[in-house]
Structures are given as structure tokens and as C-alpha cells.
């Protein structure tokens, strides 16, 4: 593992108060994310002669005095590094010697304008971009070329591993970037209502995808990341009713009305987001008929994916004949680029009601009522896209819940 020793993360950043109700500010770093290269095994730090595997199993019925515990544990013999052992079968990770540590640069330049003395309007501009990012498994370097004939024997390693399936790679040559507009609305809490509303435009590419071609990495998995969508819209509001004592209506009620009537609180988070992104693939009977590879592929594409929006419905939610698989043994990877299909948008509105009961100057029980997809909107997931299933451009499931209601107490003090 060479050493990568030229990391540094400097931060700049600025604030201008342009009149006394403009402010201007902006922002440029850079953060640096050693990451543990995944949580399955495969890890530097698991690998010889940093740690190895001694197994002792005792007879539960016979004592064998060699392993006793006050004795202490036998040393594992060392394996001869020079020598092959056992022949490689199955799997094994190639970690590139040359790894270097992610890093994020990200930037951004706001206004923020007071538009009175209790509501404030801020515009943005946000960026990041990755890079050096961990690549967890992303090619199988011991995959073969499209071509006819048994699977294992074009291996690239057959010669030197002849049962070795698969050689994943692990290395940092992913990459990112993002791009946003972004706006926020805020009313600070004046006469019992506060209000805050964000909305974000925004647009994020990355390579964080595996690749079934060895030899076009970029051109198979650069695209919209999984996490893209263009719009995001979230508005939550909080409103204490004016009614009882300290307020403006019915302040000097009856104790007993006050306890009923008084202290009520309503609140509420609507989100919206736009459909995130899919893959079309090929069925496995599919990928063996046009590639032959052991791995996966891509139809050809030949229209838009997108169809009319009274035209969708969760039995044929995008345009499938936009998707034809390769000629059979063609040989040939499919022209489809990564997640050229959007799914549903997403839409939620979660609401609550509190209701105070004070009592002996500093305990208050709050009574609370929680309604989570209160309108009880489905949200559906993603739509099934693999070209030779009977099943594709239909959806059979949720992205969230259905409505939900939760009654409780809290007794503060």
C-alpha cells in the first residue's frame, strides 16, 4: 500500500453585510473520509500478517491440559508468504496499492434578506464534488470479454487461478459532483406561529455504480445518482391557538374550560420530492443469450422512458418498449446508460396536535397526538425494470407507510 501524505483541508469563508437587512456570505472547503473499506471482510487490516484465525475447540467431556487457559494459547504457525498454499477458489478482492483517501470539496454563496422584523428569505447557491472516492467491489476484474464458448476458460486469470470466479476490485476512482439552487423561508414564532419552507433545484452525478464492462467503467456507470432528484419542497409550521389564559381569546375562561379549551398546539411537515432514478437491465437468460459473461448488461435503448402523466399507472409505469435486449449471441453489451428511468414522485404530510395541562406551578403533562401520512397517500417504490421479465415497468410496492396514528403523554417537570 503506497502512502498517500499530501492531504490537507483548508476552509475559507466570508460574510458581507451589504445593507442593514442584506447579507452576503459564501464559503469554500475541503473534508477528507477515510473510509473502512466496507463492512463484509476485505479490509487492509484483516489480511495477513496483521491478524489471523486460530480456532480451539474443546471437548466439553475430555480435559486436555494443552489448553488450559493458565497455560495460555498456542502462537498460530506463520504460513510461508513465499510459497503458493492453497489454490485461490471462488472469490478474492484486489485492493489497488495506489489507493488514495476520499476527499469533498463543497462551496456555496448566499443572500439572505430580512423581509420584516420576524420573516427572513434566503437564496443559495450549493455545490460539492467527490473525489478519490471508494470504489467497494465496483468491477470484477476476473470477468471475461462477450463471446461464445464456456464461461470460465475466457477468465482473464484462468491460466494462473483456474477456480477463481470472481476478482472484485476495490480502489478509489470513484467520483461526484452536485450542483443546487436553493431557497429558504423562514417566519420566526410571533403571536403563536412559526413557519419554515425550503426548496431545492438541484442536480447530482456520480460513478457509485458496478460496472459489467472491464473496459468502459465510466461510460457504463457515470450517471444520476441514486440519490437524485431535481425538485425537493419541505414546509413545516407549528400554530399555538389563541385561545385561553395569556391569549386572545377567552383569557380569563373557567379553570375547568381552560383545562379543556386552553393549550392546544397544531403542527405539521409537508414533503415533496420528485422521482429518483432507475436502471434498465437484462433477465439472466438474457444476459447469457447476448453477452455470455457470467456478469450482467443493459438493453439497448431506443425512445424516451418517460411516458405522458395520465398515461402512468403502476402497471406500465414508464415507457418499456423504449428498452429492446441486444440480437442474440451478438456479443455485445447494451447502449443503455444508468438511470435513465424515473420513478414516482414522493409526497407525505405528517401532522401532530399537543394539548398542555399545567399544573403546581412546574409540571406540565402534555398530551399528544401524532398522525404520520395523514392524508394516507400512497407512495410507491420503483418500478421492476429488467427487460425479459414479464413484470417490468410495473410497481407491487410502498416507498413509505400508509397512515399511522400515535396517542401519548409526557409529563414534563
Same mark, same amino acid.
Given at each position: 500500500?503506497?502512502?498517500?501524505?499530501?492531504?490537507?483541508?483548508?476552509?475559507?469563508?466570508?460574510?458581507?453585510?451589504?445593507?442593514? +437587512?442584506?447579507?452576503?456570505?459564501?464559503?469554500?472547503?475541503?473534508?477528507?473520509?477515510?473510509?473502512?473499506?466496507?463492512?463484509?471482510?476485505?479490509?487492509?487490516?484483516?489480511?495477513?500478517?496483521?491478524?489471523?484465525?486460530?480456532?480451539?475447540?474443546? %471437548?466439553?467431556?475430555?480435559?486436555? =491440559?494443552?489448553?488450559?487457559?493458565?497455560?495460555?494459547?498456542?502462537?498460530?504457525? &506463520?504460513?510461508?508468504?513465499?510459497? =503458493?498454499?492453497?489454490?485461490?477458489?471462488?472469490?478474492?478482492?484486489?485492493?489497488?496499492?495506489?489507493?488514495?483517501?476520499?476527499?469533498?470539496?463543497?462551496?456555496?454563496?448566499?443572500?439572505?434578506?430580512?423581509?420584516?422584523?420576524?420573516?427572513?428569505?434566503?437564496?443559495?447557491?450549493?455545490?460539492? +464534488?467527490?473525489?478519490?472516492?471508494?470504489?467497494?467491489?465496483?468491477?470484477?476484474?476476473?470477468?471475461?470479454?462477450?463471446? =461464445?464458448?464456456?464461461?470460465?476458460?475466457? &477468465?482473464?486469470?484462468?491460466?494462473?487461478? $483456474?477456480?477463481?470466479?470472481?476478482?472484485?476490485?476495490?480502489?478509489?476512482?470513484?467520483?461526484?459532483?452536485?450542483?443546487?439552487?436553493?431557497?429558504?423561508?423562514?417566519? &420566526?414564532?410571533?403571536?403563536?406561529?412559526?413557519?419554515?419552507?425550503? #426548496?431545492?433545484?438541484?442536480?447530482?452525478?456520480?460513478?457509485?455504480?458496478?460496472?459489467?464492462?472491464?473496459?468502459?467503467?465510466?461510460?457504463?456507470?457515470?450517471?444520476?445518482?441514486?440519490?437524485?432528484?431535481?425538485?425537493?419542497?419541505?414546509?413545516?409550521?407549528?400554530?399555538?391557538?389563541?385561545?385561553? +389564559?395569556?391569549?386572545?381569546?377567552?383569557?380569563?375562561?373557567?379553570?375547568?374550560?381552560?383545562?379543556?379549551?386552553?393549550?392546544?398546539?397544531?403542527?405539521?411537515?409537508?414533503?415533496?420530492?420528485?422521482?429518483?432514478?432507475?436502471?434498465?437491465?437484462?433477465?439472466?437468460?438474457?444476459?447469457?443469450?447476448?453477452?455470455?459473461?457470467?456478469?450482467?448488461?443493459?438493453? %439497448?435503448?431506443?425512445?424516451?422512458?418517460?411516458?405522458? +402523466?395520465?398515461?402512468?399507472?403502476?402497471?406500465? #409505469?414508464?415507457?418499456?418498449?423504449?428498452?429492446?435486449?441486444? $440480437?442474440?449471441?451478438?456479443?455485445? #453489451?447494451?447502449?443503455?446508460?444508468?438511470?435513465?428511468?424515473?420513478?414516482?414522485?414522493?409526497?407525505?404530510?405528517?401532522?401532530?396536535?399537543?394539548?398542555?395541562?399545567?399544573?403546581?406551578?412546574?409540571?406540565?403533562?402534555?398530551?399528544?397526538?401524532?398522525?404520520?401520512?395523514?392524508?394516507?397517500?400512497?407512495?410507491?417504490?420503483?418500478?421492476?425494470?429488467?427487460?425479459?421479465?414479464?413484470?417490468?415497468?410495473?410497481?407491487?410496492?410502498?416507498?413509505?407507510?400508509?397512515?399511522?396514528?400515535?396517542?401519548?403523554?409526557?409529563?414534563?417537570?
Amino acid at each position: 500500500m503506497n502512502l498517500d501524505g499530501n492531504n490537507w483541508a483548508p476552509r475559507f469563508g466570508f460574510a458581507y453585510a451589504w445593507q442593514p +437587512k442584506t447579507v452576503f456570505r459564501g464559503g469554500y472547503g475541503i473534508s477528507y473520509y477515510p473510509d473502512k473499506f466496507g463492512a463484509t471482510g476485505g479490509t487492509l487490516n484483516n489480511n495477513y500478517p496483521f491478524i489471523t484465525v486460530q480456532q480451539v475447540s474443546p %471437548d466439553r467431556f475430555t480435559i486436555n =491440559p494443552a489448553l488450559n487457559i493458565a497455560n495460555g494459547i498456542a502462537v498460530p504457525a &506463520r504460513p510461508d508468504l513465499s510459497v =503458493p498454499s492453497v489454490p485461490l477458489v471462488g472469490q478474492a478482492t484486489y485492493f489497488d496499492p495506489n489507493y488514495r483517501i476520499a476527499y469533498i470539496q463543497f462551496w456555496n454563496f448566499t443572500i439572505q434578506r430580512q423581509i420584516s422584523k420576524d420573516t427572513v428569505l434566503e437564496t443559495a447557491y450549493v455545490g460539492t +464534488k467527490g473525489t478519490h472516492l471508494f470504489g467497494n467491489n465496483h468491477v470484477n476484474l476476473n470477468q471475461p470479454d462477450p463471446g =461464445p464458448g464456456a464461461i470460465d476458460p475466457r &477468465r482473464p486469470f484462468y491460466a494462473l487461478a $483456474p477456480l477463481a470466479a470472481n476478482i472484485p476490485l476495490r480502489d478509489s476512482s470513484e467520483s461526484s459532483i452536485y450542483h443546487s439552487l436553493q431557497a429558504k423561508f423562514q417566519k &420566526r414564532m410571533t403571536s403563536g406561529f412559526w413557519l419554515l419552507s425550503s #426548496y431545492t433545484y438541484s442536480k447530482s452525478i456520480d460513478d457509485n455504480a458496478t460496472s459489467f464492462d472491464t473496459h468502459d467503467w465510466a461510460g457504463v456507470v457515470r450517471g444520476p445518482s441514486a440519490t437524485d432528484f431535481t425538485h425537493s419542497w419541505t414546509t413545516s409550521a407549528l400554530y399555538e391557538l389563541p385561545v385561553g +389564559k395569556g391569549h386572545m381569546f377567552l383569557s380569563s375562561m373557567h379553570p375547568v374550560a381552560q383545562a379543556i379549551i386552553g393549550g392546544w398546539q397544531l403542527n405539521g411537515i409537508y414533503s415533496f420530492r420528485t422521482g429518483l432514478p432507475s436502471s434498465a437491465s437484462l433477465s439472466t437468460g438474457l444476459v447469457s443469450s447476448t453477452v455470455n459473461t457470467g456478469g450482467a448488461s443493459r438493453p %439497448d435503448q431506443i425512445a424516451s422512458s418517460e411516458l405522458p +402523466k395520465d398515461q402512468r399507472t403502476i402497471y406500465h #409505469y414508464f415507457n418499456t418498449a423504449a428498452f429492446v435486449a441486444p $440480437p442474440t449471441n451478438s456479443y455485445r #453489451y447494451g447502449n443503455a446508460g444508468r438511470d435513465t428511468i424515473r420513478g414516482p414522485s414522493f409526497s407525505s404530510l405528517d401532522a401532530s396536535m399537543f394539548k398542555n395541562f399545567r399544573f403546581a406551578e412546574r409540571y406540565n403533562l402534555q398530551f399528544r397526538g401524532e398522525f404520520f401520512n395523514l392524508p394516507n397517500h400512497p407512495n410507491y417504490a420503483q418500478p421492476n425494470t429488467q427487460v425479459g421479465n414479464a413484470a417490468i415497468g410495473t410497481i407491487t410496492t410502498l416507498a413509505g407507510n400508509m397512515r399511522q396514528t400515535q396517542l401519548g403523554l409526557k409529563l414534563l417537570f
